[in-house]
């Protein structure tokens, strides 16, 4: 019997329940033995591991959050730390590891293969911005929550006539922040992957201000630039009152969405798939409308692209 097991890494992300229990079950369903590491690869070092069951994975498909906790480990970037978390693995004789996580992860894993031990990533971080997957798990639970709060924010700010500016989450990645722009309907949206252009942002209020909209919304992605500077920089260039919401982690927990929980699904059952293989050193990954498996060293040597197209049709439509 093949012994295997599962953690995650790095920040939640809704959705990575669907994952755990996706793993546990498939390799249950293969007669495999799998444990639960707990907070990621600290609990490697510290020797955190539980037996896991089908039934221990019960009733939390719809839970945000992770049931194995997470955590960042700098330790685990050391000899003194790696060789713990291999020693660990031993004693317990693990031949496989599925690491949920994003890149910073997956390159953790990247140094426990060079010792032998088979791994393979899932992608989970809301801000979708891993190389060589079209989704992470727990990107399309984030934008949903966004677009509700946004939502309730435009009541107001139709209410009251108002511009707002609401920041929104990504790390340095646009995807959150164009994504949410489109299914909110802003009139403009500042990300990362271009060029921050004050001008443009006030040419396009002012364009939609021209053709009778009150209540713009501005949308801002935290690596791209502060929403209380941009707020304060409207409001010393356009007549209308300015307000600015920054959603901050509300948008990293709440039960996944439909969509996270499918992911969460496909990419469980194909990681355990890629272990009984014997492949090693991939993540799973969407491509298109398929779940496929692209190498670490494809993910660590791209950049993550921003998808400009959604960009250019927001523009279109804001006006
Ligand atoms: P994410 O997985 O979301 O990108 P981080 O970049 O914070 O998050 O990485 C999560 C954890 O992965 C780190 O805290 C560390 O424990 C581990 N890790 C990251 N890079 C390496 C590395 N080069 N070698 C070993 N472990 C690493």
């Known amino acids: 019997m093949k012994t295997f097991a599962v953690l995650t890494s790095g920040g939640d992300a809704p959705g990575m329940n669907a994952a755990i229990r996706s793993v546990v079950r498939t390799a249950s369903f293969y007669e495999c033995r799998i444990l639960g590491i707990r907070h990621g690869y600290q609990g490697m070092i510290d020797d955190d591991v539980l037996e896991l069951t089908p039934g221990s994975v019960g009733d939390i498909i719809q839970r945000g959050g992770t049931v194995l906790q997470t955590a960042r480990c700098e330790a685990f970037k050391t000899p003194v730390g790696l060789a713990k978390g291999i020693a660990t693995l031993q004693k317990h004789g693990i031949e496989g590891l599925v690491v949920i996580g994003g890149d910073g992860s997956f390159r953790g894993a990247y140094a426990l293969a060079q010792y032998g031990i088979q791994v393979i990533g899932i992608p989970g971080t809301i801000d979708n911005d891993i190389p060589g997957t079209d989704e992470s798990i727990g990107f399309d639970t984030a934008v949903n929550t966004a677009v509700e709060a946004i939502d309730r924010i435009r009541d107001t700010a139709s209410s009251h006539d108002r511009t ?17 722009g489109m ?42 630039a502060c929403a209380m500077d941009v707020g304060e920089f409207l409001r010393n260039h356009i007549a209308s009152e300015v307000r600015v919401t920054v959603l901050g982690h509300i ?32 993540m799973v990954a969407m491509c298109g409308a398929r779940v496929t498996a692209v190498p670490f060293t494809e993910v660590f040597d791209r950049q993550h692209e921003a998808n400009l197209f959604y960009h250019r049709i927001a523009d279109i439509l804001a006006v």
């Not at 890629?274 to 050193?281: D, I, K, Y």
């Open 164 to 180: 707002y500016v609401v920041e929104v989450m990504g790390h340095r990645s646009g995807a959150i922040a164009l994504s949410v």
């Open 183 to 224: 299914a909110a309907g802003a009139a403009s949206i500042l990300i990362p992957e271009e060029p921050q252009d004050p001008d443009r942002v006030l040419a396009q209020l002012n364009k939609a201000r021209e053709r009778g909209k009150k209540h713009p919304i501005v949308i801002v992605a935290e690596g791209a």
């Open 251 to 282: 948008q990293r927990g709440g039960s996944p969405s439909a969509r996270d929980r499918i992911l969460g699904g496909l990419y469980g059952t194909e990681a355990v798939r890629l272990l009984l293989e014997g492949m090693t050193n991939h």
